[in-house]
């Protein structure tokens, strides 16, 4: 079983940076495909990016190219998520997501959220203008 506490979330102004991590638990976080999704009040949770447990393909959604980085710290069992230049559309409560170890899976299934067997609570970030 793995477990996943997300933190780093708050209030930003627009243009500002935040940095989210992901803490996991157990022995196989270095086998976990590990994502980003977020939720915003009144709309569904969207894939935001993922990182895969080898060779350090990355992936991301449009909106979020050239100022969200992913990362992971597998010495650490952590997972972070740098955001730059955040903007009024990026508030919402972020989950940090894990693939269950050792799955196999194409780039068309890290961003959809039944790939992911394991979630966090959740972290609240709110961007203001």
């Known amino acids: 079983q793995v477990q996943l506490v997300e933190s780093g979330g708050g209030l930003v102004e627009a243009g500002g940076s935040l940095t989210l991590s992901c803490a996991a638990s157990?022995?196989?976080?270095?086998?976990?495909?590990m994502g980003w999704f977020r939720q915003a009040p009144g709309k569904e949770r969207e894939f935001v990016s993922h990182?895969?447990?080898?060779?350090?393909?990355?992936y991301y959604r449009d909106s979020v190219k050239g100022r969200f980085t992913i990362s992971r710290d597998n010495a650490k069992k952590k997972v972070y998520l740098q955001m730059n230049s955040l903007k009024s559309e990026d508030t919402a409560v972020y989950y940090c997501?894990?693939?269950?170890?050792?799955?196999?899976?194409?780039?068309?299934?890290?961003?959809?959220?039944?790939?992911?067997?394991?979630w966090g609570q959740g972290t609240q970030v709110t961007v203001s203008s």
């Open positions: 157990g022995r196989t976080f270095s086998r976990l495909g």
């Open positions: 997501a894990a693939v269950g170890p050792d799955k196999v899976y194409s780039d068309t299934y890290a961003f959809r959220p039944t790939l992911y067997d394991y």
């Open positions: 990182i895969r447990w080898r060779g350090g393909i990355t």
